[in-house]
């Protein structure tokens, strides 16, 4: 480009792509085949090239998806992963409201006759005779155990896929402009995401939490949401500004430009679309990432309120009794950890499948 | 190389004071405070208060009054546990976190470097798969999950070792303390041990090293280990983060009077200078010891220039 700049603007250009991006080309260019042809003439190759890039992206973007898939498939503990994953999701989901069909019993139904105002071992009756009624037991007040930990899987997932995607919003977009801008935006923005990231964080959530303690358990559980997600955005914004810095001087990003898209477009339409593997493996990866923070807030007291009950908190409750009624925290504790050892194998699979070259061994 | 420490030690400061001022600002906004409890406070009573400590002044001459004395290291006196000075507290009870943080990272390097070499040797083997999902099993098991778990079987029902509470450094209670805590990096390390010496031992050096007939101990102990360890030294620093948030629920489960477990009463008990001194010192040490992981890393690997 800069050896053309100093020639004469008469001399026919060599390659109408080129010149057509700078400088206006003398006559009109030949419309290609299945070109939109604009009424200013000299952005059409420009034009013509963003929709052939755009095609040509999204052809291969496509095959990308069904690639991944396929390798996914392959991935025998991914696949067992996937598999009970949407098993659980599927109880927490649907097994509340079937339990209460059947026996009548929800997470906060505490009994009103004395005699079961106590722990019962799993799979007993009143009798102390086996019994389907309780097949995780009771907690201390009576309480169907199996209903409050499918209550706290419900939690656990919402908190995780939530806390997520407030990570995904703000992480994409810092990071992604960050990215895009460049020069000393993106020095000064990513000096703050250096500080922010040596934080000891989690401390200050637990300071914050303690602090602004909600007299509800919801108010509690939305701080909760937003404390957890705006912690864990930080390395989402790194791993979308790497992306964004090797896209963004790629040719379509040129063409859209010439093309006078404006910069939120092009980020936000034309780059995050194609950063989206690496975001995707890590948004899988962090999604058990929150559910364990958050168990672990809950654990101390701090997270998910009475009459909720998250893993954390059951399992918080359970060891107040661990010697007697050992089940308290057996079910809840193990319930948590298959999601979670179920949740990684899956984060992994995706990442060896949508990244061959970042695979280990 | 002193260009990299000073500018590292250019963002480590005004880190801490973010760390201090957001801290600060979290438990002044927060309505309500230490003395707002149940029982409302004679009018007489609360003015005296607010008069001994300064609650009168404007905002900014307590910030500043509160950030000079924790950048002398003065962190005042407690407010719940009246007479004895922050200082004190923690000089009293680092020790039992450190100790427990300490012995469970050792544990886990020994420990996870080793099965992270076997896995990584006898690839794709039985005790690769083995390993690798017992270590997934690992990062996934929640330490208060696996704590009572541990004290289930090892104290109540084989009558081992002592379920809980401190009976000082170097005593049979501190094995399910230090188990529970180090299993995540155990699991971590081996995996990133796994991984690092899978892809050194592909690398041109260890060729040259066999080409050359070296035994392959000597290869796996002199040339090996060195790079594959790397992605282990970088893991300490947020190792110590880990520890750190680790001993918390540790010191919970097992009634260890650890850093811990004051920071959490000191929380719930809103007791500001408790809590401000505590995030103040662990923020300190926290972040100079990621410095001189840096620090360190530059050392280890010559590949690294600042």
Known sequence: ?361 | MLRFIIRRLLITIPTILVVITLTWGLIRLAPGNFYSGEKKLPKSVEAAIREKYGLNQPWYVQYAKTMSHILRLDFGTSLKYEGQSVNHIIARSLPVSATVGLLAYLLALAVGIGVGCIAALKQNSFWDYASMTLAMLGISIPNFVLGPLLVLTFSLYLYWVPPARWYGFFNRGLILPVLTLSAVYMAYIARLTRAGMLEVLRSDYIRTARAKGLSEKAIIMRHALRGGLMPVVSFTGPALAFILTGTVVVERIFSLPGLGNYFIQASLNRDEPLILGIVAFVAMTLLMMNLLVDIAYGFLDPRIRY
Do not use: C
């Open chain 1, 1 to 361: 480009m800069d050896e053309r700049e100093d020639k004469p603007r008469t001399t026919e250009p060599v390659d109408p792509a080129l010149t057509s991006l700078g400088t206006a080309p003398r006559e009109p260019l030949r419309p290609r085949a299945g070109d939109i042809v604009h009424t200013a003439p000299e952005f059409a190759v420009a034009e013509a090239d963003v929709r052939s890039a755009e095609r040509h992206e999204f052809v291969r973007g496509t095959s990308l998806w069904r690639d991944a898939w396929r390798r996914l498939l392959k991935n025998k503990l991914a696949v067992v992963g996937l598999v009970i994953v949407a098993l659980l999701t599927l109880a927490s989901i649907l097994g509340p409201p079937i339990i209460k069909a059947t026996t009548g019993f929800t997470y906060d139904y505490i009994p009103r006759e004395v005699e079961l105002l106590k722990p019962f071992p799993p799979f007993r009756g009143v009798d102390g005779k086996f019994s389907w009624v309780h097949p995780m037991g009771t907690d201390n007040s009576g309480r169907d155990l199996l209903a409050r930990v499918l209550l706290g899987g419900r939690i656990s997932l919402m908190v995780g896929i939530i806390a997520t995607l407030v990570s995904l919003v703000i992480g994409i977009s810092y990071g992604a402009i960050s990215g895009y801008l460049g020069g000393r935006v993106d020095m000064l923005m990513m000096r703050i995401v250096d500080v922010l990231y040596s934080l000891p964080y989690i401390i200050l959530v637990i300071v914050l939490l303690a602090m602004f303690r909600s007299t509800t358990p919801v108010g509690q559980m939305v701080l909760l949401f937003l404390a957890l997600g705006s912690v864990s955005w930080l390395t989402m914004a790194r791993i979308v500004r790497g992306q964004v810095l090797s896209l963004k001087n790629q040719e379509f990003v040129l063409a859209a430009r010439a093309t006078g898209v404006g910069t939120p477009q092009i980020i936000f339409r034309h780059l995050v679309p194609n950063a989206l593997g690496p975001v995707i493996v890590y948004a899988t990866l962090t999604i058990p990432a929150v559910m364990l923070q958050e168990a672990f807030l809950s654990f101390l007291g701090f997270g998910v309120q009475p009459p909720y009950a998250s893993w954390g908190s059951l399992a918080a409750d359970g060891i107040q009794n661990l010697a007697i009624f050992p089940w308290q925290l057996i079910f809840p504790g193990l319930t948590m950890a298959l999601m979670l050892f179920s949740l990684n194998f899956v984060g992994d699979g995706l990442r060896d499948a949508l990244d061959p070259q970042m695979r280990k061994g």
